[in-house]
C-alpha cells in the first residue's frame, strides 16, 4: 500500500539559510500534520492542514510556515535557519483513503542538520 | 502536556509476549487510547487504537480496563525487531484532524 513520502530525506544546511521539506500524503488522505523530533526527544507536533486550510497550530516558530496545495501535498518553509533547527521531521496523513479512517500515518521523515 | 504514564523502559525475551501498560487515568468518554512505535528515529507506526472494547489486529492487541483509566497493549510473540519506543497516546476523535501528543514512551528491547 502506498505510504507518505517526504523529500528530501537528508538535508544539510548553513545558518540563516532556508529548507523546504515536502509531504505527499497517502492517496485519497486530506489532512497533513508536521511534527519535529529534537535529538533524544519525542516528537512534537507543529502544525496540521485539512482541505488545504490550516486546522491547528503548535509550537511552531515564526520563521516556519506551511501550506497544503491542491493536490493534498503539504511543504514546510524554514527561514533564517538556526543550529537548533537541527533535527527529524515527519509528515503524517489522515482521511478516508482505504485505511483506518482518520488514523495518522507517518512518513519516514527528513532528517534537516544546520551547521 | 501528554495525559499518559508509561514505564521508561521494558525488556523481554524474544517469542515471549510483551505486555506494555499505560496509565490515563484523566481520560474523557469521547478520547481514544492509541499505540504508536518508533523504531530508532524512523518514523512512529500506528500499532491499535480503541475507546472501551479490547481490540485485535494483525500486529497487536489492546486490553482497556473496565474503567478506562488504564490499558495494555501486547505483543503476543515479540521479535527483535519489536525493538522500539511504543508510545500510549490519547486522542479525541473528531473529524480526523486532532493532533497527536507524545509523551516519554517506554523503550522495549526485545533480547534474544
Known amino acids: 500500500a502506498a505510504g507518505v513520502i517526504q523529500s528530501p530525506r537528508h538535508l544539510i544546511k548553513e545558518k540563516r539559510e532556508t529548507a523546504t521539506l515536502k509531504c505527499y500524503p497517502i492517496?485519497?488522505?486530506?489532512?497533513v500534520y508536521w511534527y519535529q523530533q529534537g535529538p533524544g526527544q519525542d516528537p512534537q507536533f507543529l502544525i496540521s492542514?485539512?482541505?488545504?486550510?490550516?486546522?491547528d497550530k503548535g509550537s511552531i516558530p515564526d520563521r516556519f510556515s506551511a501550506q497544503q496545495f491542491s493536490d493534498y501535498h503539504s511543504e514546510l518553509n524554514m527561514s533564517s535557519l538556526e543550529l537548533g533547527d537541527s533535527a527529524l521531521y515527519f509528515c503524517?496523513?489522515?482521511?478516508?483513503?482505504?485505511?483506518?479512517?482518520?488514523?495518522?500515518?507517518f512518513g519516514p521523515g527528513t532528517r534537516l542538520t544546520v551547521l | 502536556d501528554a495525559k499518559t504514564t508509561q514505564p521508561t523502559s521494558m525488556d523481554c525475551a524474544e517469542g515471549r509476549a510483551a505486555n506494555l501498560p499505560c496509565n490515563h487515568s484523566?481520560?474523557?468518554?469521547?478520547?481514544?487510547v492509541y499505540w504508536y512505535r518508533q523504531i530508532h528515529s524512523q518514523g512512529p507506526q500506528y500499532i491499535i487504537h480503541?475507546?472501551?472494547n479490547n481490540e485485535t489486529n494483525e500486529m497487536a492487541s489492546l486490553i482497556i480496563t473496565e474503567d478506562r483509566k488504564s490499558s495494555t497493549l501486547i505483543l503476543p510473540h515479540a521479535t527483535l525487531r519489536d525493538t522500539a519506543v511504543y508510545y500510549c497516546?490519547?486522542?479525541?476523535?473528531?473529524?480526523?484532524?486532532?493532533?497527536?501528543?507524545f509523551g516519554k514512551g517506554t523503550k522495549l528491547t526485545v533480547n534474544p
Open positions: 503524517a496523513s489522515s482521511g478516508t483513503g482505504g485505511r483506518v479512517t482518520d488514523t495518522q500515518y
Open positions: 492517496p485519497r488522505h486530506d489532512t
Open positions: 492542514f485539512y482541505e488545504k486550510m490550516q486546522s
Open positions: 484523566t481520560i474523557s468518554g469521547n478520547e481514544y
Open positions: 480503541g475507546l472501551k
Open positions: 497516546i490519547v486522542r479525541v476523535e473528531v473529524g480526523g484532524s486532532e493532533k497527536l501528543v
